[in-house]
């Protein structure tokens, strides 16, 4: 069966507005499968290396700032067409022009505090599950 992997983080603002749970429930329903999962939060070395792309952006800082605010949810999640499916559920970056019924469109709150990270590519996946998980910890 032809499948493949996206990664995601719950950002902090989700954690914080208690939403883990609805989240998850939107995941599992829309077929994704949970390959691995963690509560954490990331350092400043972490954040600055996962978002290294983004680097030379006006936002860079906050976006590190407001990453290692508080705890996480990471996970590597599974199902066809994996990483485009994920994207459009969760919708624009900029909650305001996210579709209705996406998971931006229900629980981010702006811009920077936008709920949810989705990969933006097959490849983005991969690194960006191995930057997270061993391979232990991948089911
Ligand atoms: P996405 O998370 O939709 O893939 P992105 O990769 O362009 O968006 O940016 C990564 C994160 O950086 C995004 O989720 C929130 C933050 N960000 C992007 N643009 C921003 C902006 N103009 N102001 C503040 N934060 C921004
Ligand atoms: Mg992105």
């Known amino acids: 069966m032809a499948t493949n992997r996206t990664f995601t983080m719950l950002k902090p603002d989700s954690i914080e507005n208690g ?18 999962m963690k509560y954490t939060q990331l350092s400043d070395a972490q954040a600055k290396e996962f978002y290294a792309v983004h680097a030379e952006r006006p936002f860079y800082g906050e976006l590190v700032e407001y990453m290692t605010s508080g705890p996480i949810v990471a996970a590597i999640l599974e199902k066809d067409n994996a990483v485009a499916d994920f994207r459009e559920m969760i919708g624009a970056t900029d909650p305001s022009e996210a579709a209705e ?4 469109a229900k629980y981010a709150e702006n811009k920077g505090r936008n709920a949810v990270h989705g990969s933006d590519s097959d490849e983005n996946a991969e ?13």
């Not at 939403?19 to 691995?36: D, P």
């Not at 019924?101 to 931006?104: F, P, S, W």
């Open 19 to 36: 939403n883990i749970g609805n989240i998850l429930q939107m995941i599992t329903e829309a077929g994704f499968s949970i390959k691995a």
């Open 101 to 104: 019924g996406t998971i931006r």
């Open 127 to 139: 690194i960006e599950g191995n930057f997270h998980f061993t391979a232990a910890e991948i089911f």
